[in-house]
T-cell receptor, first 110, second 112 residues
Framework: DQQVKQNSPSLSVQEGRISILNCDYT??????FLWYKKYPAEGPTFLIS?????DKNEDGRFTVFLNKSAKHLSLHIVPSQPGDSAVYFC?????????FGKGNQVVVIP | DAGVIQSPRHEVTEMGQEVTLRCKPI?????LFWYRQTMMRGLELLIY????????DSGMPEDRFSAKMPNASFSTLKIQPSEPRDSAVYFC??????????FGNGTRLTVT
């Protein structure tokens, strides 16, 4: 049972444009959400997070939006850069467990 | 900060053999996690430790899998006997308190 779902597994975007990644979750006990970025042959690295008491968190080019009523969060990257080409994992924390989505492949075209 | 260190990076073994994966967490981190990544199931939590004590092993798929953390700087994940369906990338991660997880670069296991 996948509690964190990332649809549209791959995304191609032109350099300088916005990348938008979406994530849906099913467990209302989740109260903290994270995005991780993964390059090939490396482990995931933490990118940005958001608590359930907020609806937006921004860090440089990265912004995460949370819609609790819809159980939906999104990651915006603007402007996208070639170094952003990676797999992005959405993760949700609750009940002392961190559940991950299956990831979205992002390719930024120079 | 050397990060989380996993060894080996790649392991190829035959079905029925014992496999041992190793992890050195970041110094000072009090939580250690073992995850498995497959195409079908994504990243799955297998087990986690807090202060060297196993807290939740409900993700360990079968009795063939076991994990230990004899001290704060070392953990092992053992599969005995290994099967082809165990082929995956195994990640170790650590954190201190409620901070985000820091992952190692993983061990790619292939069981033939």
């Amino acid at each position: 049972d996948q509690q964190v779902k990332q649809n549209s597994p791959s995304l191609s975007v032109q350099e300088g444009r916005i990348s938008i990644l979406n994530c849906d979750y099913t467990n209302s006990m989740f109260d903290y959400f994270l995005w991780y970025k993964k390059y090939p042959a490396e482990g995931p690295t933490f990118l940005i997070s958001i608590s359930s008491i907020k609806d937006k968190n921004e860090d440089g080019r990265f912004t995460v939006f949370l819609n609790k009523s819809a159980k939906h969060l999104s990651l915006h990257i603007v402007p996208s850069q070639p170094g952003d080409s990676a797999v992005y994992f959405c993760a949700a924390y609750g009940n002392n467990r961190l559940a991950f989505g299956k990831g979205n492949q992002v390719v930024v075209i120079p | 900060d050397a990060g989380v260190i996993q060894s080996p990076r790649h392991e190829v073994t035959e079905m029925g053999q014992e496999v041992t994966l190793r992890c050195k967490p970041i110094s000072g981190h009090d939580y250690l996690f073992w995850y498995r990544q497959t195409m079908m199931r994504g990243l799955e939590l297998l087990i986690y430790f807090n202060n060297n004590v196993p807290i939740d092993d409900s993700g360990m798929p079968e009795d063939r899998f076991s994990a230990k953390m004899p001290n704060a700087s070392f953990s092992t994940l053992k599969i005995q006997p290994s099967e082809p369906r165990d082929s995956a990338v195994y990640f170790c991660a650590s954190r201190v308190g409620n901070s985000p997880l820091h992952f190692g670069n993983g061990t790619r296991l292939t069981v033939t």
